[in-house]
């Protein structure tokens, strides 16, 4: 009986030595086929040479010897330890393989995004541009007092399908910095019940239009001034109350309450609930609410349209200022978002300017309106369509202006004209023959006081915050995104105007 369990642990042991052989030729043609082997392709086979010479040693003990107990037992171990072995580092290696080729994938994803982005900022700028010259050929149209009602009506209806195309390219554009981590938020004092105010407003025109109840209900504490980045948090309002209003139906009702749910020594925890009567989410949708350009249904882009950015922007918005938003629904009975923001209140010597609000980038005091007539500006861009258009906005304001085609012709006029000629500069950023930043530098460097002085705003569709950084590293003093809102126009124009002086060595 002992002659039988030695000589099966013999021939088990062969067995499992052929079995082991087999593998690593299997072994050794993978690395072959991966095509990462650094080394000679003979090294591969020297492990299965040695098992060969160890297979033909048992079947010369098994065949010609008189092996004992403790020799068999080496023999099947060391079958099963080479088995062993074996799998241990084919599982290894095949997992090293696998973590490079997914480093490989994720490498060439970086780089398509890198790619993309790259493409949507040409894209946009190149959108931007002819958005420009239509919002403001509308906006030039609709100052004349004497247009027909209808043509009144007409233009009315391209100027709001204008910015609803310009706020798709906004969204595209905040997409881009959320993926990018260019998102940044100031603090500055705002009072919250302006922001709310401006909420409302736009709100309960675009209920009224639709034919929906607008319920506001604000608490105490939105009458404080906090600290915060004010356009952002309007933003992210407004991205929530947009889609409360898309996606319900007349005569349905939109609410917008504000609360205050923990009240701290150096603030509040503001919460911002927005609910409807629309169409609800289902359920089992919730958890990809928050992911970009994803909609529950595909029908509900041609009934409501959206591009499925809000809630992605709200979101990130919302998370960086330190809060969250969450969401009841039901199907065909309605949505409730709340966001809940820690806000800090501002001290007594923070508060507002009287009368002033938040500038364009939401920091900081906007100056309130000053008279520009008998100014005179440099407005600079290589498109002449443009530079007519913003030629026409400020001649409203009985503000004078010269144009220069590029950034050299701008240095040139400059220099040339006379001492304080000039009471600001707008720079276009891409230009030919020389760019703007590249003109603010030269202009700044000019042997005159009125160099370093003259307000130099940049005026481009170049939107990202870096853009905004480059142009101010550039000597300019702020940043204005086509296309030209004219209300911001007149404001940067006259908050630095009014400062008496630009950049200062």
């Known amino acids: 009986m002992v002659r039988w369990v030695i000589y099966a642990m013999v021939y088990l042991g062969s067995a499992l030595m052929v079995y082991n052989i087999f593998g690593f030729l299997r072994f050794a043609r993978f690395i072959r086929g991966m095509k990462m082997w650094r080394w000679g392709n003979r090294i591969l086979y020297i492990p299965i040479i040695l098992l060969v010479s160890f297979l033909l040693g048992y079947l010369m003990v098994g065949l010609f010897g008189n092996p004992d107990i403790l020799v068999a037992g080496i023999l099947f171990g060391g079958s099963v330890f080479v088995f062993v072995m074996y799998r241990l580092f084919n599982t290894i290696l095949r997992r090293v393989f696998e973590i490079e080729h997914l480093e490989a994938e994720l490498m060439a994803a970086g780089e398509s995004n890198r790619a993309k982005s790259s493409f949507l900022a040409s894209v946009s700028h190149e959108m931007r541009t002819p958005m420009n010259v239509i919002l403001g050929q509308n906006t030039l149209a609709l100052k004349n007092p004497d247009l027909p009602a209808e043509t009144r009506e007409q233009l009315l209806k391209i100027g709001h399908s204008a910015r609803h195309l310009s706020g798709l390219i906004n969204g595209i554009l905040d997409m881009q910095q959320i993926e990018s981590g260019e998102l940044t938020m100031c603090s500055a004092p705002f009072s919250l019940r302006d922001a709310l105010e401006e909420v409302n407003g736009m709100v309960g025109a675009m209920c009224e239009e639709k034919g ?28 929530l109350l947009d889609n409360a209003v898309k996606f319900t139906d007349a005569p349905g009702t939109v609410r917008f309450a504000v609360e205050c749910v923990q009240a701290r020594d150096d603030g509040n925890d503001v919460r911002f609930i927005v609910s409807d009567t629309g169409v609800g989410i289902d359920e089992a949708f919730l958890p990809k609410l928050m992911e970009p350009f994803t909609q529950e249904d595909a029908s509900f882009t041609n009934r409501f349209g959206g591009s499925g950015m809000g809630m992605t922007i709200a979101n990130s918005i919302v998370t960086h200022m330190g809060g969250r938003i969450d969401v009841v629904s039901r199907k065909g009975e309605g949505t409730t978002f709340t966001v809940t923001v820690p806000m800090t209140l501002a001290a007594p010597d923070e508060q507002p300017v009287n009368g002033a609000r938040e500038s364009e980038d939401g920091c900081g005091d906007k100056a309130p309106p000053v008279n520009l007539g ?55 950023l891409r230009m030919p023959e020389m760019d703007g930043m590249e003109a603010a530098r030269r202009i700044r460097a000019l042997d005159r006081a009125d160099a370093r002085t003259v307000p130099i705003i940049a005026l481009t569709a170049n939107a990202y915050e870096s853009d905004v950084q480059n142009s101010l590293e550039a000597g300019m003093n702020d940043h204005l995104v086509k296309p030209v809102d004219a209300d911001k126009l007149y404001a940067a124009l006259g908050r630095w105007m009014n400062n008496g002086k630009g950049k200062e060595d």
Not at 212 to 239: I, N, W
């Open 374 to 428: 008998g100014r005179r500006v440099l407005v600079v861009d290589d498109m002449a369509e443009n530079a007519e258009i913003v030629s026409d906005l400020l001649e409203l304001e009985d503000v004078e202006s010269d144009t220069a085609g590029n950034g050299k012709a701008a240095v040139e006029t400059f220099e040339k004209s006379e001492m304080h000629y000039y009471d600001a500069i707008l720079m276009d």
């Open 212 to 239: 929906l109840r607008f319920q506001p209900s604000h608490a105490e504490c939105a009458t404080a001034v906090y600290l915060g980045d004010a356009m952002h948090l309007k933003q992210a309002l407004m991205c």
